[in-house]
């Protein structure tokens, strides 16, 4: 079946402009998660979605960041203002739930703030 | 938070040898993933082993859940498992991950 799915792969944006990331969860999986990768490190947690219950936002870096999940399923992530050091691969996954905890990867979205 | 450490940082290998990454938690290991970030940025995923042992292919895992460390194991290396090894675990939702281990297996 489809994997997760991201879009746009690539985004080049100039400082201070606003943009949005979008991510296609596993059909059916009740959980996505968002990370963000900086060049050569490991995965920074973000924000955690589950079902309708309200998201775990402890992650986010600052209040320019936000995110969204629509009807359980698409998710956005905003960043607002964007600033240099947002440059990174912001990458997401989800996972089936149902006590079921394996999370499958996106193949991320890599963002340059110019 | 929980902490999560990984070793070694870095390995390099000639094909065909064997290798051992270690994961270390500092506090309870529930539901532990392996993951190989290839060259192209693609996390996939290798182990769920939140506990026991488990085999697939050239590559199995243990963990150790009362001890808080998990062991990926690699026999037989291959050029193309070279990339960044990563462990995780979670807890009430939220993921941590360890900074990884870069493998480079030359041919």
């Known amino acids: 079946g489809a994997g997760v799915s991201q879009s746009p792969s690539n985004k080049v944006t100039e400082k201070g402009k606003d943009v949005e990331l979008r991510c296609d969860p596993i059909?059916?999986?009740?959980?996505l998660y968002w990370y963000r990768q900086s060049l050569g490190q490991g995965l920074e947690f973000l924000i955690y979605f589950q079902g309708n219950s309200a998201p775990d936002k402890s992650g986010l870096p600052s209040d320019r960041f936000s995110a969204e999940r629509t009807g359980g399923s698409v998710s956005t992530l905003t960043i607002q203002r964007t600033q240099q050091e947002d440059s990174a691969v912001y990458l997401c996954?989800?996972?089936?739930?149902?006590?079921?905890?394996?999370?499958?990867f996106g193949p991320g979205t890599r963002l340059t703030v110019t | 938070g929980i902490q999560v450490e990984q070793s070694p940082p870095d390995l390099i290998l000639q094909e065909g040898a064997n290798s051992t990454l270690r994961c270390n938690f500092s506090?309870?290991?529930?539901?532990l993933q392996w993951f190989h970030q290839n060259p192209w940025g693609q996390l996939i995923n290798l182990f769920y082993i939140p506990s026991g042992t488990k085999q697939n292919g050239r590559l199995s895992a243990t963990t150790v859940a009362t001890e808080r460390y998990s062991l990926l194991y690699i026999s037989s290396s291959q050029t193309t498992d070279s990339g960044v090894y990563f462990c995780s675990n979670t807890n009430a939702g939220k993921s941590t991950f360890g900074d990884g281990t870069t493998l480079t297996v030359k041919p």
């Open positions: 059909s059916g999986h009740t959980a």
């Open positions: 506090d309870s290991v529930n539901n």
């Open positions: 996954a989800s996972r089936p739930g149902q006590g079921r905890f394996e999370q499958y």
